[in-house]
Nanobody, 115 residues
Framework: QVQLVESGGGLVQPGGSLRLSCAAS????????MGWFRQAPGKERELVAT???????NYADSVKGRFTISRPDARNTVYLQMNSLKAEDTAVYYC?????????WGKGTLVTVSS
């Protein structure tokens, strides 16, 4: 089993920045993909960004150039630096990890972009 715990959400004004963190614990393996998804009120959950254990990254078009996903090591921690935030970025952000074909989710952290 893998547990994922997110932190770093909150209220920020349009144009501001936030950094989300996700820490994985439990039975972790070096070959994995970690990432962030988000779900806005009334909408389906969508991919924001992913990063492999070899640091290959993938971004949704809506966040390219504004968000940066990173991980200081190949195993257990991932960050999402969010800059130039917009009202439409408001959502619950979920950390995700995939290893050996299994998917794991955090409980989510709320990001609200509002003046």
């Amino acid at each position: 089993q893998v547990q994922l715990v997110e932190s770093g959400g909150g209220l920020v004004q349009p144009g501001g920045s936030l950094r989300l963190s996700c820490a994985a614990s439990g039975v972790t393996f070096s070959i994995n993909v970690m990432g962030w998804f988000r779900q806005a009120p009334g909408k389906e959950r969508e991919l924001v960004a992913t990063i492999t254990n070899t640091n290959y990254t993938n971004y949704a078009d809506s966040v390219k150039g504004r968000f940066t996903i990173s991980r200081p090591d190949a195993r257990n921690t991932v960050y999402l630096q969010m800059n130039s935030l917009k009202a439409e970025d408001t959502a619950v952000y979920y950390c995700h990890r995939q290893q050996f074909g299994m998917d794991y989710w955090g409980k989510g952290t709320l990001v609200t972009v509002s003046s």
